[in-house]
C-alpha cells in the first residue's frame, strides 16, 4: 500500500530553521513528483516546491532563495529545507506525490497530485 509520511514540523521563532522530510512506502516506483504543499487556516492549499525524479525543481516565488527541496539517493525521501523562516511561513505543511513528471504550472496545482501524507504543523513566530 502507498503512503506518504511527513515529519519534521515544530516551533520556531523568526529567522529560525526547520527540516522537513516525507517518506514514501508501498510502490515507490509510480512516483515521478513529489511536492510540497502548505495550508494555513481559512486559506486554501498553495504550492511551496517540488522535485522530480530526474530532480528538477520548482518553487513558489514566495519561498524561492529561504527553500531547498531534495531527494535522497534512493528517491524514498523528499526533504524540505527552511531557512529565513518567516511567521506567514505557519502552515500545516503537506506532501504529495504525482505519478508523471510535473513541471511549470503543472507542478503548482495540487489537483496534479493524488496521494497525501497527513501533514506536519509549522509554526513560525515575531
Known amino acids: 500500500q502507498e503512503k506518504l509520511v511527513e515529519s519534521g514540523g515544530g516551533a520556531v521563532q523568526a529567522g529560525g530553521s526547520l527540516k522537513l522530510s516525507c517518506a514514501a512506502a508501498g510502490a515507490r516506483s509510480s512516483i515521478s513528483t513529489v511536492g510540497w504543499f502548505r495550508q494555513a487556516p481559512g486559506k486554501e492549499r498553495e504550492f511551496v516546491a517540488s522535485?522530480?525524479?530526474?530532480?528538477?525543481?520548482t518553487y513558489s516565488d514566495s519561498v524561492k532563495g529561504r527553500f531547498t527541496i531534495s531527494q535522497d539517493n534512493a528517491k524514498t525521501t523528499v526533504y524540505l529545507q527552511m531557512n529565513s523562516l518567516k511567521p506567514e511561513d505557519t502552515a500545516m505543511y503537506y506532501c504529495g506525490s504525482a505519478r508523471q513528471w510535473l513541471g511549470g504550472t503543472r507542478a503548482t496545482d495540487f489537483r496534479n497530485f493524488y496521494l497525501w501524507g497527513q501533514g506536519t504543523q509549522v509554526t513560525v513566530s515575531s
Open positions: 522535485i522530480r525524479t530526474d530532480y528538477i525543481k
